[in-house]
């Protein structure tokens, strides 16, 4: 029997009448005949909550603890969720990451899916159940619970569907699919019909929030066919899938704008071999993750170190460069919170010349200055001002998306 895995958003079991609209929708998949996997988020704001609960009892919450707190919010949602289904006769069961036994590494609060164990999900689907599995959380090899990190409901879902075999991955979120560019801001942005794995992991990684990365990337990874759409209306949403040819035709699929980061700055470092290990072992000890790099070595034999790291970890990161900067004899940091990084992402800038300069042009012309710039084959990104952000968005959505078909 054809099995698909279904995810829903905070948003789409934010209430209780919304809880059991999912379910009319999961019935009526069922009653074509098909196993269904559902994975939920939990209800809209109840992470945050939770979040700030341990906030307020420590800045730097213990995250085994702070794991077991949030994974919480899923309980509440599968139980809801399993519920609803049965009211409307449909068998169902909810298990939680440690009962499926989704297991993990122990990098808490950003933990990474190394196996799942299929065994209670295939049993119960013989049975004629809806399985119902709480997202983003896990277990790692001692029994703790762990959680995957924001938008790991995504990265569930999509292993799920990668480890049974599932024929597709539906990701129902408040939205109708991937925009060229968020509508909030440019309100001429176009949904995509598709867009190849690549992209939407460059994406991912610029701002979008459609999706998390680590989705993404285990659908590539296990050619898992995904399907963005919105859980409040039926409409097709956009499928993420292998690259085509066609698809260099089209130069950028998108233009992302994220201003969760932090840029960091070490102040006049002595500029000698292992300073960059020196600096950065400690951050990757952590678990943080570092985006952005620029050196900027003066004539004295010494050097400016800038980084980025996202704005949830830079108080983290800045007490350990505060214990590092000493031993590195450097001068002093400096944090700057008000940067937004905005980029361009396009599989056509593999054989099109001349992006970056465009780009370059387009913000020039609207005086954005530039603080620092980072490439990949079909990606081009730079650190800018954050008032400036929406104003760049529009001018190189215009400048590159405008004028183009519908992808």
């Known amino acids: 029997m054809a099995l698909l895995v279904q995810k829903y958003g905070g948003t789409s079991v ?20 098909k196993d269904v996997v559902v994975v ?33 919010g899923e309980q509440v949602s599968v139980a809801l969720l399993s519920l609803a289904l049965k009211e409307l006769g449909q068998p169902a069961r909810s298990f939680l990451g440690h009962q499926v036994r989704i297991e993990t590494d122990s990098a808490y609060g950003k933990a990474r899916i190394r196996n799942i164990d299929s065994t209670k999900i295939n049993q119960s689907l013989k049975n004629g159940e809806v399985v119902v599995v709480a997202g983003f959380q896990g277990v790692d090899e001692d029994e703790n619970i762990t959680t995957l990190g924001r938008g790991g409901s995504d990265t569930s879902a999509v292993a799920l569907a990668a480890f049974l075999n599932a024929e597709a991955c539906e990701i129902y979120t408040d939205v109708e699919g991937v925009f060229t ?67 260099n035709d ?45 050196q900027n070595a003066s004539e004295d034999g010494t050097t400016d170190l800038t980084f980025t790291v996202p704005k949830a970890d830079h108080k ?15 001068q002093g940091i400096k944090v700057d919170p008000d940067i937004a990084k905005i980029s361009v992402v396009g599989v056509g800038m593999r054989t099109h010349a001349g992006v970056a300069a465009k780009m370059f042009e387009v913000l020039a012309r609207e005086g954005i200055n530039i603080e620092m710039i980072s490439t990949s084959e079909i990606k081009i990104s730079v650190v800018i001002g954050a008032k400036y952000s929406e104003l760049a968005v529009r001018a190189l959505h215009e400048a590159f998306v405008g004028k183009q078909e519908n992808p």
């Open 40 to 72: 939920v988020s939990a209800m809209a704001g109840e992470t945050n909550r939770l979040g700030a609960l341990a906030q307020e009892i420590a800045e730097f919450p213990d995250e085994r603890e702070r794991d077991v707190l949030l994974a919480s």
């Open 181 to 247: 560019t968020d509508p909030a801001i440019c309100s001429d942005a176009k949904k995509l019909a598709r867009i190849a794995y690549d992209e939407m992991i460059e994406l991912a990684s610029t701002g979008a929030k459609v999706l998390e990365i680590r989705s993404v990337e285990f659908a590539k990874k296990f050619s898992v066919p995904v399907h963005v759409r919105s859980s409040f209306v039926d409409v097709e949403g956009t499928w993420l899938v292998k690259e085509d040819e066609s698809m």
């Open 316 to 330: 983290k990161a800045v007490a350990i460069m505060e214990k590092t900067h000493a031993a590195v004899n450097a």
């Open 250 to 294: 089209v130069l950028v699929s998108g233009v992302a704008c994220d201003k969760n980061e932090v840029k960091i700055t070490l102040v006049r470092v002595p500029d000698r071999p292992g300073l960059a290990a020196q600096i950065f072992g400690p951050i990757a000890d952590a678990h943080i993750v570092v985006d952005m790099i620029i």
């Open 14 to 33: 934010g209430t209780i009448e919304r809880i059991k609209h999912v379910a009319q929708k999961v019935h009526s998949v069922k009653q074509t005949g």
